[in-house]
């Protein structure tokens, strides 16, 4: 059964750093993606990062281009997003996500690409 655990949000400054963490469990890592997501109140969710498990390969939202990193610890079932530069309009509940595929790219910031769900993380950004 595949368990997905997200920590390390929080309220910070604007222009401040936050990393969160995705604990993955139940599942063979090789042979899944894990996606970010975040949704604001009264806004969509909205995909941001995915990582292949498998080689690394990462993939990103223009929103948050140049500013998020994705990665993952294959030794401790971790992926991490570090988030850097944070603005107000990032607020939101960050989600991560898991779907069994050996793919990357575009379509894996669609939320129905997957079917295991962590329960969320708040990041508040605000003066």
């Known amino acids: 059964q595949v368990q997905l655990v997200e920590s390390g949000g929080g309220l910070v400054q604007p222009g401040s750093s936050l990393r969160l963490s995705c604990a993955a469990s139940?599942?063979?890592?090789?042979?899944?993606?894990i996606g970010w997501f975040r949704q604001a109140p009264g806004k969509e969710r909205e995909g941001i990062s995915c990582?292949?498990?498998?080689?690394?390969?990462?993939y990103y939202a223009d929103s948050v281009k140049g500013r998020f990193t994705i990665s993952r610890d294959s030794a401790k079932n971790m992926v991490y997003l570090q988030m850097s530069s944070l603005k107000p309009e990032d607020t939101a509940v960050y989600f991560c996500?898991?779907?069994?595929?050996?793919?990357?790219?575009?379509?894996?910031?669609?939320?129905?690409?997957?079917?295991?769900w962590g329960q969320g993380t708040q990041v508040t950004v605000s003066s």
């Open positions: 996500a898991a779907t069994e595929s050996i793919g990357y790219g575009r379509s894996f910031l669609e939320s129905w690409e997957y079917i295991s």
């Open positions: 990582i292949n498990l498998r080689d690394g390969t990462p």
């Open positions: 139940g599942f063979t890592w090789d042979y899944y993606v």
